[in-house]
């Protein structure tokens, strides 16, 4: 009977898990790049189509950027035009955003701005946000598409169809959901 006992030992006690909190951390995706007619952006991304009829199908590149290696760890991702996330932001067209591991693969990637159907290669490219040239303050969340405990990388590249091309500052900024007083009775 003792060895009975011995061996169901005490119930384990699992500690709820506490959500992440602190500083919002943010990363310049792209400076801003003024106004500029397309026929002066040499540099074009040849393996992505744009569906238009009246303007070109394959994109100008207007401006590039990456953030450095980062993880989410339970964070909101969204865009803001400053790294405060007080700010909008604006593109004429649209922004690619790519999502890359550690070793620099492909994820996942997505669009936002004002493109109707973008492609690469066989591969439709989902648009994230509203079809807009402008944004409010974190209007586009971008957290479903990135990686919860894996380092990634996000890249941006601002491109444009015909007319002009530009973008405004874009920050992505990750951020913790705030905690409301007298909603959660945990540690009780």
């Not at 026929?39 to 744009?50: I, K």
Request: charged share 30%; with cysteine.
């Amino acid at each position: 009977m003792a060895a009975a006992l011995c061996l169901c030992g005490c119930p384990r006690r699992i500690e709820p898990s506490k959500p992440k909190t602190g500083p919002a951390r943010a990363y310049q995706l792209l400076g801003m790049t003024p106004e500029r007619e397309t026929s002066q952006l040499e540099e074009r991304r040849e393996d992505v189509e744009v569906d238009t009829r009246d303007f070109e199908r394959i994109p100008h590149v207007v401006a590039t950027g990456e953030t450095p290696l980062i993880r989410l760890d339970g964070a909101r991702a969204r865009l803001f035009g400053d790294a405060e996330g007080t700010r909008g932001w604006s593109v004429d067209n649209f922004v690619l955003l790519e999502v890359l591991d550690e070793q620099g693969r492909l994820i996942r990637r997505a669009s936002a701005g004002f493109a109707q159907t973008v492609q690469i290669g066989a591969d439709h490219v989902d648009n994230v946000g509203p079809m807009s040239f402008t944004f409010e303050p974190g209007e586009v969340d971008l957290t479903s598409m990135l990686p919860d405990s894996a380092p990634f990388k996000v890249r941006a590249t601002a491109l444009d169809v015909g007319g002009v091309g530009r973008v405004s500052d874009l920050y992505l900024v990750l951020g913790y959901p705030e905690r409301e007083a007298g909603d959660d009775l945990r540690d009780q």
